[in-house]
């Protein structure tokens, strides 16, 4: 079992950055994959940037040049730096794991992104 907790979500001014955390305890030396998904009213979970273990990334487009993912592997926490920030942004970001056989996702934090 991994669990899972999420912090730095908040409201920012359209432009502004912040930076989310989540931090893994439990089963952490199982994990492979670390990322990050949100989803905003009336709309699906959608994928905003994952990264493995040997450190590769992959970003959605609508963040590419603007977040960042990051991991380090000895405090078992992935970070999500957010510059930039557009209204379009503001949602619940969920931190998601993966093992070899399971997946977890964190409680969510929510990022609101308005003057």
């Known amino acids: 079992q991994v669990q899972l907790v999420e912090s730095g979500g908040a409201l920012v001014q359209p432009g502004g950055s912040l930076r989310l955390s989540c931090a893994a305890s439990?089963?952490?030396?199982?994990?492979?994959?670390m990322g990050w998904f949100r989803q905003s009213p009336g709309t699906g979970r959608a994928l905003v940037a994952i990264?493995?273990?040997?450190?590769?990334?992959n970003y959605a487009d609508s963040v590419k040049g603007r977040f960042t993912i990051s991991r380090d592997n000895a405090k078992d926490t992935v970070y999500l730096q957010m510059n930039s920030l557009k209204p379009e942004d503001t949602a619940v970001y969920y931190c998601?794991?993966?093992?070899?056989?399971?997946?977890?996702w964190g409680q969510g934090t929510q990022v609101t992104v308005s003057s």
């Open positions: 998601h794991v993966t093992t070899l056989t399971e997946y977890y």
């Open positions: 439990g089963t952490v030396s199982s994990i492979n994959t």
């Open positions: 990264i493995t273990s040997y450190g590769s990334t």
